[in-house]
Nanobody
C-alpha cells in the first residue's frame, strides 16, 4: 500500500525559502515518478512539479518555474521541493504523489495524504 508522508511546511515571509520533504513507503520508490501538488483555500489541487523515477527529468508549473526545484534521493525514499522567493500566492497545503510514469503522476487525482501547510506572509 502506497504511503506518503509530507513534512517541512511552515510560516515564512515573502521572499523566503522552505524545503519540503516527502517520504514514501509500501512501494518500490525508485520505480515511481513523483510529484508535488498544492491546494489553496477554496481551490482545487494544482500541479506544482514532478520528477522522473531517476531524477533526470523534471517538469514545473509556470507559476513556480525558476523559483522551485524538485529533487529526489532514492536511497532515502524521499522527494524534496526546494521553494525559494516565496510569494503569498504560494500559500497552500502541499501534497506529494507517486505513479508509474511522469504523465500518470501529473494527472494524479488522489487519494491524498495529510499534506504540509505552507503559509507565506506579505
Amino acid at each position: 500500500q502506497v504511503q506518503l508522508v509530507e513534512s517541512g511546511g511552515g510560516l515564512v515571509q515573502a521572499g523566503g525559502s522552505l524545503r519540503l520533504s516527502c517520504v514514501g513507503s509500501g512501494f518500490t520508490f525508485s520505480e515511481y515518478a513523483m510529484a508535488w501538488f498544492r491546494r489553496a483555500p477554496g481551490k482545487e489541487h494544482e500541479f506544482v512539479a514532478l520528477t522522473s523515477w531517476s531524477g533526470d527529468d523534471q517538469q514545473y508549473a509556470e507559476t513556480v518555474l525558476g523559483r522551485f526545484t524538485i529533487s529526489r534521493d532514492n536511497a532515502k525514499n524521499t522527494v524534496y521541493l526546494q521553494m525559494n522567493s516565496l510569494k503569498p500566492e504560494d500559500t497552500a497545503v502541499y501534497y506529494c504523489a507517486a505513479d508509474l510514469s511522469m504523465s500518470l503522476v501529473k494527472a494524479y487525482s488522489g487519494p491524498w495524504g495529510q499534506g504540509t501547510q505552507v503559509t507565506v506572509s506579505s
